[in-house]
């Protein structure tokens, strides 16, 4: 089996705006994995805020993973991917999602049929109004129209003002993602404060290290709170249950499709909500997710709709409802204007 690797770079159609951070671009490593004419694809998109760069990644690269010339046994591989990746959980997923997309292309069938999972996906996705310029508000509503859910980047000293804005526009329901941006003080005025406005959810209200705020904030709100800088991998469940209603389960963070499904699992035995979120990153990684997607009740796969350059074709969106490809494996192809930039 044959490795290869290049970065790409995503560049994002309006700057990509969080309460701590804003980018114009993201950079990914795009992982290859080649044997007996099929070939898979994985991209990881490393996330500052777990402490995952791309040198990191690149250098492990650099070093050569050697591979078997003749892959029969996939649980051989995920060792060997195991040792070389250490603890950087995006590019861990990124080398999974390639094996098993040559795996299930090898095989015939759609990695969700892998899973026995449903190719229909029932739950519509949001899509992101990043923290940005307030007077591009309306433009960017005008943009999402396709959409049946916003989710709107809080966290911010005009918090009040950029939803009061979008309620004129628009009365579609809205997710708050405060990227720990809040204070309990905060947290608790803002739940009060949203709860008449047609607020589905609120995710990650306080920073990670606040967890223990979370049981008193609970108490206050009527609106669900989903933990996401909280819940990086399933053992990380367990405490969340006093002051969470659900789990952001993105692939990136995690680690992979495997720790993807023991996080379903495990949130399940604690009556916990799931959704599924991503990074921005390309259709290979919001694909690869996509095949997962019939167990969340939530779902946030937009991230490829964030840029202006993505190379593949993959999970589309109809009527505000993603939808798989139907052909073996991610089921991805390349876009023609990318034919000479990528192996496939
Ligand atoms: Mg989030």
Not at 77 to 84: C, V
Not at 224 to 240: G, H, S, W
Not at 264 to 277: D, R
Request: hydrophobic share 35%.
């Amino acid at each position: 089996m044959r490795l290869s690797y290049t970065t790409y770079r995503l560049k994002c159609i309006h700057p990509f705006g969080i309460s701590r951070s804003s980018y114009d671009y993201y950079d990914r490593v795009f992982i290859y994995l080649e044997q007996d004419g099929f070939i898979g694809r994985g991209e990881a998109a490393p996330s500052e805020r777990y402490n995952e760069s791309i040198p990191q990644i690149l250098e492990i690269l650099k070093s050569h993973i050697t591979l078997p010339k003749n892959v029969t046994n996939i649980d051989e591989i995920i060792e060997i991917f195991d040792r070389h990746t250490i603890n950087i959980k995006s590019f861990r997923s990124a080398c999974l999602n390639a094996l098993f997309d040559w795996w299930t292309q090898q095989n015939n069938i759609p990695l969700h049929e892998y899973y026995n999972y449903s190719s229909t996906i029932s739950q519509p996705t949001s899509f992101t109004i990043a923290i940005g310029n307030i007077n591009e508000l309306e433009k960017k509503i005008e943009e999402a129209k396709e959409y049946k859910i916003l989710k709107v980047k809080l966290g911010t000293s005009q918090d009040k003002e950029i939803i009061s804005i979008i309620r004129k526009y628009t009365d579609k329901p809205i997710r708050v993602d405060a990227n720990e941006g809040w204070d309990l003080e905060t947290a608790i005025k803002m739940t009060e404060w949203l709860s008449d406005k047609n607020i589905e959810l609120i995710e990650q209200p306080l920073p990670a290290d606040d967890i223990g705020k979370m049981g008193e904030l609970k108490n206050h709100s009527s609106l669900p709170l989903i933990a996401d800088e909280n819940c990086r991998t399933a053992i990380d469940i367990e405490k969340l249950v006093k002051g969470f209603d659900g789990i952001n389960i993105k692939l990136a963070k995690c680690g992979g499709v495997d720790e993807a499904l023991r996080m379903i699992e495990t949130a399940k035995q604690y009556n916990l909500k799931v959704m599924f979120g991503c990074m921005v990153e390309s259709s290979i990684g919001i694909t690869a997710l996509g095949q997962l997607a019939s167990q969340a009740e939530y779902l946030d796969l937009d991230g490829n709709l964030m840029i202006k350059n993505d190379p593949y074709n993959g999970l589309r969106i109809v009527n505000g409802f993603p939808v798989l490809p139907e052909d073996k494996g991610l089921g991805l192809s390349l876009k023609y204007d990318y034919q000479n930039e990528f192996p496939e």
